[in-house]
């Protein structure tokens, strides 16, 4: 049998691998993170694919229960993170956690985590509307009526009826989970271990209706395609802007408060 390390890092030495990850990555070539992002926004672009099915072919259920069909598109979506974890791409709302303890522990620069940010998300972004367009829409796997109304459901969902702070608040509450969930993953060691501490939050964040920009980065302009009523100003205004501002908050509190001062700053303090 193995011994307790053989599964799982002290929430202590996990922080400091969260540091670790983000001094690996800020040494990246350019073209490096580019191919890494545009991977990233492809791969959670499979669970935003399962999540629309579902919600496409369960319209009966939606109607009667929402809960059920939100809970299990909250099963599907942990698939997408899985992939980006496994592979060591990058995604926008992760490096959010890495670049942040790493700054704050003085190990990377402002520099480092504005470059790592501003290069995921665009490139994030490029990988969805790679999937958006080129894959589902012109192989027409979300041409057919059920994906189109289901589709344009979320846009209104997603942009049409929730003000914009409401809008903020759900990005804020996502990334927060988002961020714990890459945590407790770092803590795990066994793949299946990684597996689970990545679903249950994950599965909490879908199922309660919270927004993730990248996630929303396909759904989204799915529904634009497909001929969802609203313009892509308002979808930069009332999606792309409170969700990526929420987002930054969210997995910045939780960056802050958990890994950086309960598990670096609090914990060098008392071996001093």
């Not at 958006?132 to 459901?153: C, F, K, Q």
């Not at 809008?167 to 060691?189: P, T």
């Not at 009523?229 to 408060?257: E, R």
Request: with cysteine.
């Amino acid at each position: 049998m193995g011994s307790e390390n053989d599964y799982y890092l002290s929430p202590e030495d996990a922080a400091l691998q969260v540091v670790a990850t983000a001094v690996k990555k800020k040494h990246l070539r350019t073209e490096t993170l580019i191919v890494n992002s545009i991977l990233g926004g492809i791969f959670l672009s499979v669970s935003g694919m399962l999540a629309l099915g579902i919600q496409a072919g369960c319209k009966g259920i939606l109607a009667e229960n929402p809960m059920i069909v939100h809970m299990l598109q909250g099963l599907m979506f942990p698939f997408g993170l899985v992939f980006i974890v496994m592979n060591g791409v990058d995604l926008f709302n992760s490096n959010i956690l890495f670049f942040t303890v790493a700054t704050l522990h003085r190990k990377t620069s402002i520099w480092a985590l504005l470059k790592s940010w501003t290069f995921s998300w665009i490139f994030n972004l490029g990988g969805c509307l790679i999937q958006v367009y080129i894959v589902n829409h012109l192989g027409g796997l979300t041409r057919t009526p059920d994906y189109i109304e289901a589709s344009i459901d979320i846009v209104a969902e997603k942009v049409g009826d929730p003000n914009w702070g409401e809008i903020f608040m759900r990005g804020l509450a996502s990334n927060f989970l988002v961020c714990l969930a890459i945590y407790l993953q770092v803590m795990s060691r066994p793949f299946v271990a990684k597996v689970l501490a990545i679903t249950l939050p994950i599965f909490a964040f879908v199922a309660s209706g919270y927004d993730h920009v990248v996630a929303d980065m396909f759904l989204i302009p799915t529904g634009l395609v497909n001929g969802a009523p609203v313009s892509v100003g308002v979808y930069i205004y009332k999606s792309l802007i409170p969700v990526t501002l929420g987002n930054i908050v969210g997995g910045g509190i939780f960056s802050i408060s958990v890994p950086w001062y309960l598990h670096i700053h609090v914990a060098q303090k008392y071996k001093r």
